[in-house]
């Protein structure tokens, strides 16, 4: 019963739900939502450019000149570039294409430029190239190193329009000097190119490979190919530095830029295109000459117009002594001078007005003791001698406790920074007791008399000859003879006028040498030595030894030594010094009477005739080449100066180039 008292409601609410929702309203079904095929699409909607989706981070230069070129150009250029028939490098890809783009519209001035020169040097290149066998093509490597400036210099110093390196230079046998640099001759350099280019192919074997290692050097190249272990250009791209990652494009594009000029409209009838002109040459032989002046000569409209036909040139002159420079001038020119001035005429005329660098005249040896003997030359400039420069006088200094750089120059009225320099002082040492300084004080200058001066032109009229014995004159006494001549035997024996001015030299010589300054005597103190005492007292230990008679060098403390000379002996000394000084004059002025009463020689065996000039031939080089090394000389001359039956010759060879 329980359960069915609790049964009855459920059953009735189930039977009642039916009609329940029968009677609600049913509700309008929801449109089903739509979803897009992919949601990618409507998270990133395209740009009107597909290719700015695509790239959304910005590309190198490279690839923007690339995306920016429009397709029909970078296919014309292409197949431009693929249809040269060459050995020369000639990839296409977007490298070379940003190059082109730069020569052909926003560097054209540039390219304009070169295009003036390329007359003017091509030819020169592609007659060198073809000599040793090389690509043609390769003429266009010098475009890209100097721009055809044969006085290009970077900021590495490499020279030339080969752009060649010092050491580089050295290997390929071009001479620098401060007057001349091989670097700079189009000629020399062109060939030098050549040999380096053709070395470099025999290592590497791939012109690509060439043209990086030109640029970045050999050694560096192999280094990377060892490191990397690749063989080719585009394989080592990466691992490159900037600068050789962009030589071989340039060098396409350059190329390529030359070879299509007109297509791209950069010739113009306003641009002065350059030609070579036939040349002639001037064999200066060791004499200074100025090119200016024979710009002159030759009625040039430019003074410097002979320094840009010869760029090797670093100054427009040539001093005297000068290797045998050969000049290169305008045919043209020489026909005139030749009509006009001799040989020895226009040399005269170009020496150079200024005076040029000489070697430094012989400095005579100033004796000890002695002062020079009055003579022609000081009697003619006695007159109109500039006022005498003042003098110093020599000081020496005992260092008292307490003193100090600074009062000691005050003292003596110069600055502290001489002080230190006259006794090598560093700028923080400081003055000990008792310590020696030497110090120098100007003298007011003294005129000299008007009697000295008279003097002077008097003695000037005979020749500055002071006899030092005359035999004639006193017969040699036993006593003279028997010890060493004094002072005052010299004079007394020395003629009247000579010993006048001997004594007035040995009188200068001794207030010149008197220093009442200097102490006179020192005492020797425990750890003092003959070098030491010598520094301290600015005087040699030989100067030491010979005053105080000491034959070795072993002092003992309390010892007293002589710091200066007895006035006799420097006297003596002065005098022998004098005397000696005066017989080598007297020798010189009587030469030319010994000459005179010599008989003639006899009759000089006749010279043998000189040896011809050789020449040593050089790697590279040709009968051609060294014939335009002489003037006046020709192939076929030297054919018969060396018996030659061929145009070979091999390095090592010597030839005879004149005779």
């Known amino acids: 019963m329980k359960l069915l008292r609790f049964a009855a409601p459920v059953l009735l609410a189930c039977a009642l739900a039916p009609a329940a929702r029968a009677q609600v309203r049913p509700a309008a079904p929801k449109p089903p939502v739509a979803l897009p095929p992919d949601s990618v699409m409507t998270a990133l909607p395209l740009l009107p450019d597909s290719l700015a989706a695509a790239l959304p981070l910005a590309p190198d230069s490279a690839r923007l000149a690339w995306l920016r070129t429009p397709p029909e150009l970078r296919d014309l250029v292409g197949d431009r570039v693929s249809c040269f028939e060459t050995d020369v490098p000639h990839v296409f890809n977007n490298h070379v294409m940003s190059f082109v783009k730069l020569f052909t519209e926003r560097q054209r001035s540039y390219t304009q430029r070169v ?31 100097s721009s055809l400036i044969p006085t290009a210099k970077s900021r590495v110093g490499a020279t030339g329009l080969w752009q ?3 050491p580089t230079a050295n290997d390929l046998r071009l001479h620098r000097d401060e007057w001349v640099d091989e670097r700079m001759d189009p000629e020399k350099a062109t060939e030098a190119a050549c040999k380096h280019l053709r070395y470099l192919y025999r290592v590497f074997g791939d012109w690509e490979m060439v043209l990086a290692a030109y640029n970045w050097g050999a050694g560096n190249m192999q280094r990377v190919m060892k490191r990397t272990g690749k063989s080719t250009y585009w394989e080592v791209h990466s691992s490159l530095p900037a600068e050789t990652r962009n030589y071989v494009p340039t060098f396409t594009a350059i190329m390529y830029t030359m070879k299509y000029a007109r297509e791209h409209e950069l010739h113009a009838p306003t641009l002065k295109y350059q030609y070579a002109q036939q040349m002639d040459t001037l064999q200066l032989g060791g004499r200074p000459f100025d090119l200016i002046r024979l710009a002159q000569a030759i009625g040039a409209p430019d003074s410097l117009a002979l320094l840009r036909l010869n760029p090797e040139l670093r100054k427009p002159y040539l001093p005297a002594g000068y290797r045998n420079y050969t000049l290169q001038l305008p045919a043209a020119a020489r026909a005139g001078l030749v009509a006009t001035a001799s040989r020895e005429a226009l040399f005269d005329y170009c020496r150079p007005l200024a005076e040029l660098p000489q070697p430094l005249a012989p400095r005579l040896v100033a004796l000890s003791g002695t002062t020079p003997l009055p003579g022609r030359n000081l009697a003619a400039t006695s007159a109109a001698a500039a006022p005498a420069a003042p003098r110093f006088e020599r000081l020496r200094h005992t260092v008292k406790r307490g003193e100090t750089v600074n009062s000691v120059a005050a003292r003596y009225d110069v600055s502290p920074a001489q002080v230190r320099r006259w006794n090598k002082l560093g700028s923080g040492s400081s003055l000990a007791g008792r310590q020696q300084l030497v110090l120098f004080r100007a003298l007011p200058a003294v005129a000299e008399p008007a009697a000295r001066t ?7 009229v005979r020749p500055a000859v002071v006899p030092v014995r005359v035999a004639a004159s006193k017969p040699a006494t036993a006593e003279a003879s028997a010890g060493p001549d004094s002072a005052a035997e010299v004079l007394a024996r020395t003629p009247a006028k000579p010993a006048a001015d001997v004594r007035r030299a040995v009188a200068a010589i ?17 750890g003092d030595f003959l070098e030491k005492i010598a520094t301290a007292n600015g005087l040699t230990v030989a100067q030491l030894k ?25 006297a003596t000394a002065a005098v022998a010094d004098l005397v000696e000084a005066t017989r080598e004059v007297a020798a010189v002025a009587q030469a030319p009477a010994r000459r005179a009463a ?6 000089a065996a006749p010279a043998l005739p000189p040896a011809p000039p050789l020449y040593l031939v050089q790697p590279g080089d040709t009968l051609y080449n ?3 090394r002489y003037q006046g000389l020709t192939v076929q001359r030297l054919r018969e100066l060396n018996n030659l039956k061929s145009d070979a010759v091999q390095p090592g060879q010597k030839l005879v180039v004149g005779g």
């Open 115 to 145: 295009l003036e020169r390329e007359n003017l040097y091509f030819p020169l290149f592609e007659k060198y190239l073809a000599k040793y066998n090389l690509p043609l093509d390769l003429k266009y490597l010098a475009v890209v190193e």
């Open 598 to 603: 010599r008989p003639a020689a006899k009759a």
């Open 454 to 460: 008279s003097a002077l032109a008097a003695t000037a």
């Open 164 to 166: 060649f390196m010092g």
């Open 510 to 526: 001794t207030a010149a040498t008197d220093d009442d300054t200097m102490p006179g005597r020192y005492v020797v103190k425990p």
């Open 626 to 628: 060294i014939s335009r």
């Open 546 to 570: 010979a005053w105080n008679q000491l034959s070795g060098y072993v002092l003992q403390p309390g010892q007293e030594l002589t710091l200066k000379p007895s006035n006799e002996a420097a």
